[in-house]
């Protein structure tokens, strides 16, 4: 049982250039998020998707797209990543009240 | 106000010791709350749920005061290995956008 399976789970950039974070959830979750978290910042929402096809801006969306691919797949895009994307991003998924994450990814932009 | 306010810690606290952490929430509406521990570079995984006034499992219990709009986590009896970050979270609800909310988290250290 996979869960919620990020990749990939580090990743360093150079300024100015793209990636794609992938999630993929094997739970059939209607539910999927993408959150940063900074140190003393907690976990802030990038998206979310409450269902396949929908995704929505959360508190933090700038300088990001997700794309909602199927049930299984949300996946976040940097088209430009700027220093200040140095983060680790989670996935998170839920259909209940328990949330799952992925294990993260440490993304460092130099 | 923000949606969830957590107490900002660091809390560094000895073995053995109690250690209460407090979690405000703005919308008077919420129905369930949950506390999850998150280990140091390691995903958050649920702790304990809060659906009405409180929620024991063995030395965590989880409170929830309505009327003042806070939960609680009381950890009784510290052991090395609670030392995490432990985030109050506010799920989604009917009506509501359907996102879930993460408080920044309190730093728990056990001193040994």
């Known amino acids: 049982n996979a869960g919620v399976t990020q990749t990939p789970k580090f990743q360093v950039l150079k300024t100015g250039q793209s990636m794609t974070l992938q999630c993929a959830q094997d739970m059939n979750h209607n539910s999927m998020y993408w959150y940063r978290q900074d140190p003393g910042m907690g976990l802030r929402l990038i998206y979310y998707s409450a269902s396949e096809g929908t995704t929505d801006k959360g508190e933090v969306p700038n300088g990001y797209n997700v794309s909602r691919l199927n049930k299984r797949e949300f996946s976040l895009r940097l088209e430009s990543a700027a220093p200040s994307q140095t983060s680790v991003y989670f996935c998170?998924?839920?259909?209940?009240?328990?949330?799952?994450f992925g294990q993260g990814t440490r993304l460092t932009v130099v | 106000r923000k949606e969830v306010e957590q107490d900002p810690g660091p809390f560094n606290v000895p073995e053995g010791a109690t250690v209460a952490f407090n979690c405000t929430y703005s919308n008077s509406a919420s129905q369930s709350f949950f506390w999850y521990r998150q280990d140091c570079r390691k995903e958050p995984k649920l702790l304990m749920s809060?659906?009405?006034s409180g929620n024991e499992d063995g030395r965590f219990t989880a409170q929830l005061n309505r009327a003042s709009q806070y939960i609680s986590l009381l950890i009784r009896d510290s052991k090395l290995s609670d030392s995490a970050t432990y985030l109050c979270v506010v799920p989604p609800f009917s009506g509501s956008a359907r996102q879930l909310t993460f408080g920044s988290g309190t730093q728990l250290t056990v001193l040994p």
């Open positions: 998170a998924s839920n259909e209940g009240p328990e949330a799952f």
């Open positions: 809060v659906y009405s």
